[in-house]
């Protein structure tokens, strides 16, 4: 199973991204997927996460202005981000809980992480 994350850049602040995750791989079933985002100097944070079924949760930094959603057809995750600000600056990085196929393993996959840059 892998995780191949994009859509990450340089942007001025108050512009908008749009972040992309697409698994592939032997995949039976995606529970959760989310999106988490590590600035320079400090730990990982959840940003936000979506169960199979479209149920959401935010990083209170995050509401309003992000959007994750995600399309199980295509086993992708999308992270819309408007109104960006500079603190909204890091790797961010996806992750599914993953059925894998023909077995009862489940397991946290992460994709390789794509950099946002939001300058002031």
């Known amino acids: 199973v892998q995780l191949q994350a994009s859509g990450g850049g340089l942007v001025l602040a108050g512009g908008s991204l749009r972040l992309s995750c697409a698994a592939s791989?032997?995949?039976?079933?995606?529970?959760?997927m989310a999106w988490y985002r590590q600035a320079p100097g400090k730990q990982r944070e959840l940003v936000a996460t979506?169960?199979?079924?479209?149920?959401?949760n935010y990083l209170d930094s995050v509401k309003g202005r992000f959007t994750i959603s995600r399309d199980n057809a295509k086993k992708t995750v999308y992270l819309q981000m408007n109104s960006l600000k500079p603190e909204d600056t890091a790797v961010y990085y996806c992750?599914?809980?993953?059925?894998?196929?023909?077995?009862?393993?489940?397991?946290?996959?992460w994709g390789q992480g794509t950099q946002v840059t939001v300058s002031s």
């Open positions: 979506i169960s199979y079924g479209g149920n959401t």
């Open positions: 992750n599914a809980d993953v059925l894998v196929l023909n077995s009862y393993r489940r397991s946290l996959y």
């Open positions: 791989g032997s995949i039976s079933v995606i529970y959760d």
